[in-house]
């Protein structure tokens, strides 16, 4: 168990000391029946810092140490493709609104990859902080280039998506994004296999999400291929409808997704990002 001295050394008290007159020296009986009122003062002076240095090292108690990295961020999964995320700084992200109902938080970013309904209910974030961004496929290509967005409490850095009939690269973006404690979480969005996908392995990304219901994008076999290329940390598959309990999440799907390092979020389930 550690423990912490502090020495408490009074030079200002010896200086009085010494400047008074007083010292060490015993007095005679003759002296000490001699001594003036002034000289008594100066005797207490010299009794007090006695007292002092007897007691020179103090024991300060143990603190619990204080984090020294930022706490993980906190990832709601609604279904489909909406994912809330509370960071450790308390902004609030959502991205691709559509799916659940857990909205009622104020919105600091609102992040849609495409403008297809199941991704772009930006209505349903009703309530938004007066400071509220909302950045879509529109922001995030810009002249051809996919935008890298800083916001201080999480970067947002835009990649490729789309690749098929119904998705087209101009108007079809993922997202990575990394938090002040260094973790990153990756969406892609409704996809195919892209050609930036080769080379995101360098990005280390520890959290990803690949769409696997195989509706012009990613079934399960290229959902795999692909992860295997972006190979991040946790490999969660997401995007899959039933029709048979209506809900945005289908177990048995994600069951198949055959991936090292899955990591199965059904929706309404809570994650750390850490």
Known sequence: MRKLWMAFISAGLLSLISLTGCSDTKMTTQEENSISPTQESDLAVQEKDEDM?????????????????????????????SIRIVTNEGKVIYIDPYAGD?????????????????????EKVENRNEDCQIITYREAIQNGEHQIFDLGYVKVEAV??????????SGCVGYVLTFSNGKSVYVTGDTSKTEQMAHMDEMEIDYAFFCCDGVYNMGLEEAAECAGLVGAKHNI???????????????????????ENRLIVEDGEEILIE
């Not at 300060?60 to 961020?73: C, H, K, V």
């Not at 998506?161 to 998705?167: F, S």
């Open 53 to 81: 240095e007897e007691n020179i090292l103090v024991e300060i108690p143990e603190t619990e140490d204080f984090p020294s990295e930022p706490g993980p961020a906190a990832l709601l999964y609604q279904g489909q493709a």
């Open 102 to 122: 857990s909205y009622e938080l104020s919105a600091d970013l609102i992040l849609v990859t495409h403008s297809h309904f199941d991704h772009s209910q930006i």
């Open 160 to 169: 490729e998506a789309g690749y098929n009939p119904l998705h087209d690269v």
């Open 237 to 259: 598959p997401y995007h899959m409808t039933t029709t048979t309990t209506g809900r945005q999440f289908d177990r048995e799907l994600a069951e198949q997704f055959d991936v």
